[in-house]
């Protein structure tokens, strides 16, 4: 999906893989990160976000959670934190020592685990999807002698939800919603959020506002008529310097940068964004069979739109070393072991892919390299897929 823009933007980044996988320093199933330009993503982003009085928070999942890279975010790069979707990464994050700003986005924390969120992490805001929950962080915000943020996620007929992924309150609850959860003890009505409020549209070649986004603001807007004070309009899915005008033009004041960072959401499939393509997938050819040769798997994601992969030929001219070939999956529905290319190369042979990423749910390494724009790499080092630091010994 991205191949054609990473060898747009990110040239050096394919030749320093392959590079550093013939002299032994990766291994086959890697997500390679360009440190530098991910920093560079970020810092752009920041700044469009900036100009426009939007807040940043930052998503890891697509990047294996990975610690160095959300101290970076928050560090370096100034965001307000880190956004978990769910409870795993915020375990993560809390051994890294990392400040987590938003948690509940996606999955909800456990009700054995509100007691130390609340008290241990103190997010700013947490994302409640029932009374039950709420009532959960209320009591842990009560014990934790502290004042618990939250926002809501309020739904209409006709919005757009990813299966296994519906939550929130109908629309025509608010008014009662929005009375009980502000009678709870201990907790503050920081604002409301929805998602997936923007998506790519193939046939405008341009990310667009969902019907989601609608129902953010007119639930903010029904909220505002009650007199409730929304601090917070929290807009995520796609945020990127493409759709931050976008956001602040329906109210929002909260994006949540994550495929923007690696330069992998869809509308740079062409490299035609600002964002730069910072992140590879890295295989080599393991063996033969028929026509075909295949590659070490692991890394697939099946809404990765992956099509096509970057085989290098030993130590030709680029043209004649580069040869981009065909990717089958027959059955998305087996364990990738293997990924079949077309065509017969050498064993051994480095294998370069780019589509959309979700590494948190792979068994892939992360590998980060910071220095490949000086022409002075180096590997910073490398992590599993959620976040943990591995040696290849």
């Known amino acids: 999906m991205f191949l054609t823009a990473l060898k747009k933007q990110n040239q050096v980044l394919i030749d320093t893989a392959a590079d550093y996988l013939r002299k032994g320093k990766l291994k086959p199933d890697t997500y390679v990160i360009d440190v530098d330009q991910l920093r560079a993503n970020a810092n752009r982003i920041k700044a469009k976000a900036d100009t426009l009085g939007i807040k940043l928070y930052a998503m890891t999942k697509q990047i294996g959670r990975n610690p160095v890279l ?38 909800q924390p456990p009700s054995g685990m509100v007691p130390s969120i609340v008290a241990d992490i103190q997010p700013e805001v947490i994302t409640v999807y029932s009374l039950d929950k709420a009532r959960e962080v209320s009591s842990a915000a009560v014990s934790a002698n502290r004042i618990q943020g939250v926002l809501l996620k309020f739904y209409q007929a006709g919005d757009q939800m990813y299966v296994n992924q519906e939550t929130g309150f109908p629309i025509e609850q608010l008014e009662q919603v929005l009375a009980e959860v502000t009678a709870l003890p201990n907790l503050k009505l920081a604002g409301l959020t929805h998602f997936p409020c923007f998506l790519y549209d193939l046939e405008s070649q341009t990310t667009r506002p969902t019907v989601n986004l609608n129902t ?33 033009e329906f109210g929002g004041t909260h994006g949540e940068p994550g495929h923007a960072l690696t330069g992998t ?15 590879l997938y890295l295989s080599e050819i393991s063996h033969h069979y028929g026509d075909h040769s295949y590659c070490y798997g692991g890394g697939y994601y099946r809404r990765g739109n992956l099509a096509s992969a970057l085989v290098c030929q030993g130590e030709n001219d680029q043209a004649e070393r580069e040869v981009i070939v065909p990717v089958n999956n027959d059955d998305d529905s087996n364990i990738d072991y293997h990924l079949k290319l077309e065509g017969k190369f050498a064993i051994g042979s480095p294998v370069v892919m780019a589509f959309r990423t979700q590494v948190f749910v792979t068994r892939s390494d992360v590998a980060l390299i910071a220095g490949i724009s000086q022409g ?8 599993n897929s959620l976040g943990d630091e591995v040696s290849y010994g």
């Open 70 to 107: 959300a101290r970076m975010l928050v560090e370096e790069c100034q965001y307000e934190g880190i956004v978990c979707v769910d409870f795993k990464e915020v375990r993560q994050m809390k051994l890294a020592g990392i400040k987590v700003a938003h948690v509940g986005h996606l999955v």
């Open 265 to 279: 959401t869809p509308a740079n499939h062409d490299g035609s964004q600002p964002e730069k393509v910072s992140v």
């Open 216 to 248: 953010l603001k007119l639930s903010t807007d029904k909220a505002k008529e009650l007199g409730y004070h929304i601090e917070q309009v929290n807009g995520p899915s796609s945020t990127s310097c493409e759709t931050l005008p976008l956001l602040a």
């Open 376 to 383: 002075v790499p180096e590997l910073v080092g490398t992590y």
